[in-house]
């Protein structure tokens, strides 16, 4: 067995504190060492937080099972006819799915529920059990499966529990927390731990700001509250990781500042009403920043306009970088949706973009997201055919040319699109790691149109005496679809 000396660097590390002249102060003390007890704390909350039951009905296939024979000339195939026939003659037989999850009372007044989208999508009986042993039907007030939130209506016969909503935003990693929930369908079981990180982007959905927390979460869980140390609900309890299906201290909840305005707007109307901007956008990477000049890459690119949206009046164009909404800073491309989203419909609100290397403020009264059935995306096409086509250029690893109506055909560019075609794509070049293919039109470069090869060239000549070391392309697909992407020079 090996045997590893950590005595004599202890010793040493003594011996090198006890001669150090000024002392030494613990960056902690008792008092913020963790709560030494939640069972005051966890008593008084335990009768807000609920066992979420519910089941639905699935069809089945009783007409589709195999049919049994009895052995050649056995007496018995007439009963075996028989009695599949008559199950058969039955249809599809349908069964009860059951499943559990968490909540917690809001108003008891209301008789108001928050739980989880899914711990109750597709069901056909909701029942609310109370920590005291009582039973309600629920009804579902509204659910909102982007941000998997759900609001339930029960009509109490006596007074419930309820607790309050924090301040998500206020808590800080290493904040202590506590969870209250029906793990595994035990009931009331309480957990504590604290608040691991922040603004989780986990890819479960477009508005993804998870508070991260080691407290333990399991299967049941989902639905339920988790509480600050003074009670207060700053998050609702939602997904984990785990191999394994049970706690390995990294589990996920909806914060607050998110969930309290779908809450309120599921309580009023029965769905959400999301503001809406009509822009399709794409991270600033660095390279794209150092490309637009900007100090440091941060906000939103704008990569398309939606046709018949809010700033289809020319107020946000193409090529416009997003960095603050309604006084809120975006930080990245993963903060607008958020923002936008909380905003009112009809609101005006002041966007402000870096256009041209210069801040603009433009006002933008913002549309209804759900109004529009178009997804702001920026999806890429692509072709792998090439063309003999006239005035050809090959620069940075693509052969470029004219778009007529010979290159329209042949890559199938719809008759929208105007710029300069790209017809071959050298697999080594910078442009290749980009994913720009043949079929690909060039509509822009550093936010300057071009129509021919050569005014490609000449941009290009232009940004390398600039001392610029990567080129912005903005890209049409065949369909008309933007996007932009940077290419190295060098």
Avoid: C
Wanted: aromatic letters at 4%; zero cysteines.
């Amino acid at each position: 067995m090996r045997k590893f000396r950590f005595r004599p660097v202890r010793m040493a590390l003594a011996a090198a504190m006890m001669m150090a002249t000024p002392a030494i102060t613990p960056a902690y003390s008792q008092n913020n060492a963790g709560p030494a007890s939640v069972a005051d704390l966890a008593e008084g909350l335990l009768d807000a937080v609920v066992n979420i039951s519910t089941s639905q009905s699935v069809g089945g296939g009783g007409g589709s099972q195999p049919r049994m024979r009895a052995p050649d000339g056995s007496p018995f195939q007439d009963f075996f006819d028989e009695f599949f026939n008559d199950r058969e003659n039955q249809g599809p037989r349908n069964r009860r799915v059951s499943s559990l999850g968490s909540g917690f009372v809001i108003d008891a007044d209301e008789g108001i529920i928050i739980t989880n989208n899914h711990v109750i999508e597709g069901a056909d009986d909701i029942e609310v059990n109370f920590a005291d042993g009582s039973k309600l039907k629920a009804e579902l007030v509204g659910a909102d499966p982007k941000t998997d939130l759900a609001v339930l209506k029960v009509e109490p016969d006596k007074p419930l529990t309820e607790v309050p909503f924090g301040d998500s935003d206020r808590m800080r990693i290493g904040d202590w927390v506590m969870a209250i929930g029906n793990p595994f369908g035990l009931g009331g079981t309480v957990t504590v731990g604290i608040i691991s990180a922040r603004g989780r982007d986990i890819n479960s959905g477009p508005y993804d700001n998870f508070i991260q927390t080691d407290a333990a979460i399991n299967r049941g869980n989902s639905g339920g509250p988790l509480f600050n140390m003074n009670g207060e609900v700053i998050g609702i309890n939602t997904a984990i990781i785990s191999p394994s299906g049970g706690s390995i201290g990294i589990g996920f909840a909806v914060p607050t500042e998110l969930a309290v305005n779908v809450i309120d707007q599921l309580r009023e109307f029965g769905e959400t009403r999301r503001g809406w901007l009509g822009v399709r956008i794409q991270p600033v990477t660095d390279d794209i920043g150092e490309s637009l000049g900007m100090d440091e890459a941060m906000g939103a690119l704008v990569a398309g306009i939606i046709r018949g949206g809010p700033v289809d009046d020319g107020s946000i164009e193409v090529g416009d970088v997003i960095v603050r909404f309604d006084g809120k800073t975006v930080e990245t491309m993963r903060d607008l949706p958020r923002v936008v989203a909380e905003s009112p419909v009809g609101k005006a609100v002041d966007v402000v973009v870096i256009r041209g290397g210069e801040e603009v403020t433009v006002k933008v009264t913002l549309g209804r997201l759900e109004d529009s059935e178009q997804v702001a995306s920026a999806e890429t096409e692509g072709g792998d055919s090439t063309a003999d086509m006239p005035a050809t250029l090959e620069i940075l690893g693509m052969t470029l040319a004219e778009l007529d109506d010979e290159g329209r055909e042949e890559f199938a560019i719809a008759d929208t699109v105007e710029g300069v075609v790209i017809t071959e794509v050298d697999p080594d070049s910078a442009a290749a790691e980009k994913r720009i293919e043949p079929g690909d039109v060039i509509v822009e470069i550093a936010q300057e149109t071009v129509t021919t090869p050569e005014d490609v060239r000449t941009r290009i000549e232009a940004l390398k005496e600039d001392g610029r070391r990567n080129a912005l392309l903005m890209l049409s697909g065949k369909t008309g679809e933007l996007r932009f992407v940077t290419v190295r020079m060098d």
